[in-house]
């Protein structure tokens, strides 16, 4: 629609309306995305690290037929050797002990966190990977570090994420609630025998 005419005092008629100044522009603000979080580095939950256990072995059966196939027979035996054991009861129970060993972990990493309140956690961890060796558990094999009294401090962190199964962050919280009452004396034993017995107690009068 266009502009009325104006009425012009010196010509004294009525002319046509200027033409509207276009709007201008305004500038767009250009948006800064915030940084990605850096990638996660977690602890496989047992089942899907038995998953990709499987998968790799597939995946390593196919490279070794690949091999065989171009004639490189060397490297191809070397990853039969490695498919085989992957096969072996001796990889199996090495899995089956980490897992079984997954409460007992739970209850150092409760006894860490006590003892991290009034001294280093560093030094509580080696506290608690030594008292482990001596009762002859092995320390968490996952962490990538040479050090055991670090990768666990890795299970301990992982647990505090969620990333191990609930009925571990239960057997932690109960040997806490031991350990505070008991914070001098590092008794993993009757801390592990008092959160399985907090966890049996429901069934008892079943």
């Not at 030594?130 to 002859?136: D, M, P, V, W, Y």
């Not at 670090?150 to 057997?171: F, I, S, V």
């Not at 806490?176 to 069934?203: C, G, S, Y």
Request: aromatic fraction near 6%.
């Amino acid at each position: 629609m266009s502009a009325l005419p104006i009425f012009d005092e010196i010509l004294r008629e009525f002319v046509p309306a200027p033409a509207p100044q276009p709007a201008r522009a305004t500038r767009a603000r250009s948006r800064t995305l915030p940084p990605a979080p850096p990638p996660s580095v977690r602890l496989v939950p047992p089942p899907e690290r038995d998953e990709r256990l499987s998968h790799f072995q597939s995946c390593l059966t196919r490279v070794k037929q690949t091999l065989e196939e171009g004639g490189n027979t060397a490297d191809a035996a070397t990853l039969g050797e490695l498919v085989a054991f992957l096969h072996s009861p001796q990889a199996a129970k090495a899995l089956a002990d980490e897992r079984d060993h997954h409460p007992i972990y739970a209850i150092a990493a409760a006894y860490i966190d006590v003892l991290s309140a009034v001294s280093d956690e560093s030094a509580a961890a080696q506290t608690l990977a030594r008292k482990l060796i001596a009762l002859g558990y092995d320390l968490p094999k996952q962490g990538g570090d040479t050090r055991g009294w670090k990768r666990l401090l890795l299970w301990r962190d992982n647990l505090a994420r969620g990333l191990l199964p609930a009925d571990m962050r239960e057997t932690y919280e109960r040997a806490l609630k031991f350990a505070r009452k008991h914070p001098t004396t590092v008794d993993l034993k009757a801390a592990l025998d008092h959160a399985l017995a907090e966890a049996a107690a429901p069934f008892a009068g079943a």
